[in-house]
């Protein structure tokens, strides 16, 4: 056996079988709120732990808010929090009941 033959057994290793699986990927997803009245926009969902403060959205040039999140593959719950209020986006995928029974929008990502 050459040495080029060998090379794949010393280094199988470093190859992951699940490592181009979709649930392994990570998009960045942008999201946009409609609030030009508010002083301050924070995206909360489940995969912030519903933190306000880990996701603060910023205020663009015509009123909106927008936040970039990096999302793996799956459905994802989460809402805006506009000046403390939550706040359902009517442009997510759809609505949902969280674990404690209230509405929160959903988004897809795939």
């Not at 794949?8 to 699986?21: C, K, T």
């Not at 909106?64 to 793996?72: D, E, F, G, T």
């Not at 609505?95 to 029974?101: L, P």
């Amino acid at each position: 056996m050459n040495e080029l033959q060998t090379m794949p057994n010393e280094f199988s290793f470093l190859i992951r079988p699940d490592r181009y699986s979709a649930r392994n990927n990570v998009k960045p997803i942008k999201f946009y709120c409609i609030a030009p009245q508010a002083s301050r926009v924070s995206l909360v969902g489940e995969f912030n732990a519903w933190q306000s403060w880990a996701n603060p959205m910023e205020r663009q040039p015509d009123g909106s808010w927008m936040a970039q999140v990096n999302l793996p593959h799956g459905h994802h719950q989460y809402l805006f929090l506009v000046d403390d209020e939550p706040t359902l986006d009517p442009h997510g995928h759809g609505i949902v009941r969280n674990a404690r029974n209230e509405r929160v929008s959903l988004i897809a990502v795939s």
